[in-house]
């Protein structure tokens, strides 16, 4: 087979993939970068759970998708930006805008919280996505899992920032790794790291912890040196 033909038949094959309407469904509604849970893309596929699995498969097979197992569940998400590009051209083809996610999160638990240790919340994943551009994160496959290492950068910032980096970097724990938010539906920073940057919001009065409750104030303070510090606006 001449290479030019097995291209022909790869990207027939990825058409008629993205082509099926249930499968269209599950694609568009991950364009938007939030990954969700099979059961929520067969309500809006409009199909059985079965039949959404079945779906789910052969796009992860045409590696149109990817597969994050957090606990008991399992959250899908395109696999790159190349994917959500070529969705992206074809809507414009068709002339069919999309609709945003919108959480059903309370807003006071949205805004900013704990997932265990780490910060989670709208500032969580907004914290995330900084550390990575600002070049502090630099990401490395660890088995199945996502695992950060810390650039120099990164150590260098973070310490400066009070963050107790050489403590981190020796815990018995992973160091760094994306965590994805159960209302964001994006990552927020977990592991030793993410532990010490909530110490560290803490004790600069960045945030206040409510009282029996994961929920974090961002106080004037944390505004303002958060947004001068990583140009995060919250």
């Known amino acids: ?3 030019d033909c097995a291209t022909d038949l790869a990207v027939a094959r990825i058409a008629a993939a993205i082509g099926e309407t249930a499968r269209a469904r ?3 509604c991950l364009v938007d970068g939030h990954a969700r849970t099979s059961t929520e893309l067969a309500v809006v596929a409009e199909v059985s759970p079965s039949t959404a699995s079945v779906h789910l498969s052969q796009l992860k097979a045409e590696r149109l998708i990817k597969v994050l197992a957090q606990g008991k569940h399992r959250y899908y998400s395109l696999e790159g930006p190349e994917v959500a590009s070529v969705l992206e ?3 414009v083809l068709a002339g069919v805008p999309r609709n945003e996610f919108v959480p059903n999160t309370p807003t006071y638990m949205r805004a900013a919280r704990t997932c265990y240790d780490h910060i989670a919340g709208t500032l969580g994943v907004l914290l995330h996505d900084r ?3 600002l070049g502090w994160l630099a990401t490395r496959a660890s088995g199945r899992n996502e695992d950060y290492d810390l650039t120099p950068t990164g150590v260098k910032a973070l310490e400066a920032l009070g963050v107790d980096v050489a403590a981190a970097q020796v815990a018995r724990r992973r160091l760094a790794f994306p965590c994805l938010d159960w209302s964001e539906r994006r990552s927020h920073l977990g592991g030793a790291i993410g532990a010490a940057l909530v110490k ?3 004790g600069r009065k960045w945030v206040i ?3 029996d409750s994961r929920a974090l104030s961002v106080t004037s303070m944390g505004r303002r040196d958060i947004l001068a510090l990583f140009g995060v606006q919250i």
């Open 200 to 202: 560290m919001a803490l």
């Open 26 to 28: 599950i694609l568009y």
């Open 131 to 133: 550390l990575k551009a």
């Open 1 to 3: 087979m001449s290479a």
């Open 209 to 211: 912890q409510e009282l």
């Open 89 to 91: 051209a074809l809507s």
